[in-house]
Every structure is written in C-alpha cells, then in structure tokens.
C-alpha cells in the first residue's frame, strides 16, 4: 500500500462521521444545523467532489452565537489567568493527539500539500502553548506614581470578539487569532471560511473536550455576505479580528462602523523579494523559490515580485525557471507533493487570467502559464520576467504560484520598484553588505522584513502589514493590545488640593 493510498484511508475514516451528520455550528455548547435548515456543500479541490454538507449559518445563528458569547464572558474573564492557561495546554495537547486528523482533513478540504500542513497542525498546538503561558499575565499594568497620585495601569479583556478567517492554511490561523482572544479572557464567535470548513469543527470540538466551558467559543458556517456580515455588525460583539482579502477589510470596516467595532485586519500582499549581486545566491534561489511556490502560492507572506539586480538576472531567472518546473505538482496528501490544487474553480480562473494579462501587457511567460492535465484545481509553477512594475501582474494579488520577476539597476531603484505597490506586508531582502540591508530595512514600506532569509516566524515578535495589508500587530503582546482594553486609575496619595469652582 502506498503512503498515500493509506492517507486516503485514514481521511475516509476520519470523514465518515461529517459525511454522516453534516458539520455542523456549535453554539453555546450545542452542535447545531443553521437555524434555516440551510446546507451547503464543502468539495475537495484534488477532484471537485462533494466531502459532506455544512450548516450555512446566518444572522439568527450569529444571534444566538453572540448571545451565547456575551453570557459566557463573565465567567472567563473572571477565571483567572492559571486556569485559563490549564485549559489552553490542554487544547494544545489535543492538537498535538489529532494532528495526523488534522493534516489529513486539512489538505483534502484546501488543496494545501500534507507536507505543510501536518507542521501547520504543530504549529497551531505551538500559538495555543505560547498563548496558554501568556495568559496569567495577559492583565499586568504599570505604576506610574506621580506628584499626589499612585497611577495605575491594568488590561481587561474587551468583551465577546468576532474572528473571521480565510480558506488558506485555515486551521493555523484560526489558532492564530483564537489562542491569544482566550488567553486574554474574551469570548468568541468564529466564522471560518466557507471553502474550508473542516478543521474549524475538529478545532472547537477539541476545545470543548478539554474543559472549555459552553459558550466560550462558539463557531458559525456560512457564507461571508451572510454570516460574516451579521457578526461584524452584532451590537454584542466588542471587536473583529479579520484575516482575508483588503477589500473584504473595507467592507468590514464599513459594516462595523454603526457599532464603533475595534478591527484588526491581516490582509493581502505583493511582497517584494530583493536580491542583489553580493548575496548567497544559492540560498536567495532557495528562498526565492520557496516563498513563491510552497503552499500553492496561496500565501500572505509570499513573495510574488522578484526584484533581481540587473546584471545576475539572466542566469537567476533562467534557474528559476528551471527549479518552477521541477517542483512536484500532485495529490495533497501525497508526502511527496510539494504543490496542491487551488482552493475552487473561481480562483483557479483568476490565477490563470494573469496568463492572458502577462501576454497582453508584453511580458515573457518564462515557467508554467499553464494547467496540467486531469481533474482538479491544479496551475502549474509559473514565473513571468520582462516585466514592470506598472503591469497589473506586478501589482495585483493573483495569490497562487506565481512569480513576477523585474530586474533593478541599483539600491535606489530597488526600493523605488519595492514601495511602489499598495500593499506592505512583507519583503525579502538578500545582500551581504550589512549597512546597505540596515538602510533599505529603514526605508521599506512593510510590517514585516527578513534579511538573507525567508520567513520564519517567532512569536513573540510583532506579526501585520502596512498599507493596504493591515491595521494592527499580532504575535507576543501585541494581541493583547487588541482583544484587551488598557485601564488607568489615579489613586490620591494625601488631601491634594481640588480646584474648587463656586466656591466663597
Ligand atoms: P476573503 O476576504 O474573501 O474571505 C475571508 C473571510 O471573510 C471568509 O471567512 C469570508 O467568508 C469572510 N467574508 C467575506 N466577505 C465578508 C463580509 N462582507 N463581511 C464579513 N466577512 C466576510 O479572503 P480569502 O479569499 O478567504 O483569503 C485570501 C486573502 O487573505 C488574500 O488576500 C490573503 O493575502 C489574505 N491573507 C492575509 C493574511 C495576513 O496575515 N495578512 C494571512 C492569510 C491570508
């Protein structure tokens, strides 16, 4: 038996029970069908079959989510922060136990390859840990004494918070943004994407059989016009922490203004890798290649601009397009498949438009631009070069294996093409000298810059965007900046005097 004849397998098993029942909402405890009886379908984009049915949740589900949320957080929010942090272990150990479970449901229900997502799963166990040690602390303040007064500072958790994810590696970032809202001592409605459902189910279940009290988390299906709009604009819900599209951002934005939500938005990017003649070109390859092509392309933090200093730039693009063409197209939850499906048929059109949009702005299709044969989502790895970067290839998210490479002529030109963008999420810099790295890092527009290496994320470090890819920090206590509101209370230390108005 193959290993991935044995994946199949084990899905079929773990699936069984979905195909059964439906996944269904969990609100206040309870495992429930939308309120209007209402289904809709998950398909796989390995085959574009039908995985089981999903409760398409709407404002009256979001209703009774939020109601739900809302009697829950009082008694979160007072549990103190040692038991929230027990609990939040134990999540993170039932993660850790269903991880294959996970991994498995994960890359059938997204197009995303086992080989990612079985780290995606650890590493959703790693947000829930680190959250969890944070959690006794999550309300610490400052004194602040001064003349006459004792200051003090403390946090509190803000309330029931709506989190709403995207369908790319959807299980990691749904940890992502629930682990530090518990931690903090908010309760929550999460609405996950519509196109990836699966994990979200197996998350709160997990969460629930871990000691998480009723109502703590409560989690809502549907569509985003639907669902996703109703809890943006619930009178009960203090904040939305969103992950998505920028212009999903505004809409929420605007949804949420009646009720002055507080919103923290990680959304799309263009970002830029910058390699100059002076770097490891080997590991810039690497890198390079990675960032664009790992995880289907459907990546915030990927890189989808090469900017290659002028005179390397031949012989680099010729070998990426050579390594484009290697990598290995195939079934999710082979071990060996390094690139999956695209998430559904509409984006697949979208990412195969910019084939058409490269040959009609003048651009070279240097790899791929093409779909293999047989069924499935799937794109091949696809570079463009002789590009700019006034091309809509170099300036819109295509978000799938996609590279557009355009070639510099010095520093100032590389930042100039860098920043030209609306998008500032990350960027990617590979050069050897260390006072020109510490000068573009000054000058580049984003949140969010590695230098001679890819990304790697350590948490405790602030996560987000500039521009149009964000408001807001994640990661360390950035979170709690958000899902916290900061308290200031003046104590009088001795009978100062009051400025007294109508007085004799
Ligand atoms: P999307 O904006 O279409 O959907 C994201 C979520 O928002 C889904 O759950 C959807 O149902 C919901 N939604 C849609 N319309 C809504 C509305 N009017 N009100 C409330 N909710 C609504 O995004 P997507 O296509 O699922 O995800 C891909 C995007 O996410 C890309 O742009 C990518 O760059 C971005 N992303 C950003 C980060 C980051 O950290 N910056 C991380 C991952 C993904």
Redesign the pocket.
């Known amino acids: 038996m193959t290993q991935l004849s044995e994946n199949l397998q084990k899905l079929d098993g773990f699936l069984a029970r979905f195909r059964e029942t439906g996944i269904l909402n969990q609100i206040g405890g309870e495992a429930l069908p939308a309120a209007s009886g209402n289904w809709f379908d998950t398909l796989s984009p390995t085959d574009g079959s039908v995985i089981c049915q999903v409760a398409r949740g709407a404002a009256d589900d979001i209703d009774r989510a939020a109601a739900a949320a809302k009697a829950a957080f009082p008694g979160w929010r007072d549990l103190g922060g040692t038991e929230r942090r027990k609990i939040l272990h134990r999540v993170a150990d039932a993660i850790v136990a269903r991880a294959e479970e996970i991994a498995l449901c994960e890359a059938w229900d997204s197009g995303q390859p086992l080989r990612f997502m079985s780290k995606a799963a650890l590493r959703g166990a790693e947000n829930f840990r680190f959250f969890a040690d944070k959690a006794p602390s999550a309300r610490d303040g400052k004194a602040l004494p001064s003349g006459g007064l004792m200051n003090i500072t403390g946090r509190v958790p803000i309330g029931p918070v709506g989190v ?5 590696t959807p299980f990691m ?1 749904s940890t992502w943004k629930i682990a530090p809202a518990l931690a903090a001592g908010c309760t929550i409605v999460h ?4 196109f990836s459902p699966l994990t979200a189910r197996l998350l709160v279940e997990m969460a629930e059989e871990a000691g998480l009290p009723k109502g703590v988390w409560n989690l809502v299906n549907g ?3 639907e669902a ?2 109703a ?2 604009e619930h009178p009960a819900i203090k904040a939305i922490a ?5 212009r ?1 951002g505004s ?2 934005m605007a ?1 949420g203004a009646a009720s002055l939500k507080r919103v923290h938005f ?4 263009k970002n830029p890798v910058i390699v100059f003649a002076d770097s490891d070109l080997e590991r810039a390859l690497d890198a390079a290649v990675f960032m664009i092509y790992s995880l289907n392309g459907e990546r ?1 933090t990927s890189s989808s601009r090469l900017l290659i200093e002028q005179g390397i730039a031949e012989e680099f693009e010729a070998r990426l397009a050579e390594r484009a063409n290697k990598v290995k197209i195939g079934h999710p939850l082979d071990p060996a498949t390094e690139i999956g499906p695209l998430i559904h048929p509409t984006h697949l059109d979208k990412v195969c438009s910019y084939f058409d949009i490269a040959k009609e702005e003048g651009a070279v299709i240097a790899a791929g631009g093409e779909r293999p044969d047989g069924p499935g989502w799937f794109v091949r790895p696809t570079l463009f070069t002789g590009a700019n970067n006034q091309m809509r290839i170099a300036q819109e ?1 295509i ?1 799938g294996p996609v590279l557009t490479a355009l070639r510099f002529a010095d520093e100032a030109e590389a930042l100039q093409i860098a920043n030209d963008t609306d998008y500032g ?1 990350t960027a990617y810099l590979w050069t050897s000298d260390v006072t020109r790295a510490m000068r573009m890092t000054e000058r580049l527009e984003a949140g969010m810059i590695w230098v001679n290496s890819e990304n790697v994320r350590h948490l405790p470090t602030p996560f987000g ?1 500039v521009k149009a ?2 408001i807001g920090r994640d990661g360390g206590d950035w979170s709690f900046e958000f899902f916290m509101e900061q308290k200031h209370i003046g104590f009088a230390t001795g009978p100062n005097k009051v400025p007294r108005l109508g007085g004799e």
Do not use: D, H, R
């Open positions: 709403i994810t995207p369908w790319n970032l609405k996950p994407a519509e569509m985003g016009e996703g709009k809890l943006t969103f992950v998505g599209e920028s999903t809409q929420i949804q990680e959304l799309g990017g915030c998210e978000f999420l965007g890819s964000g």
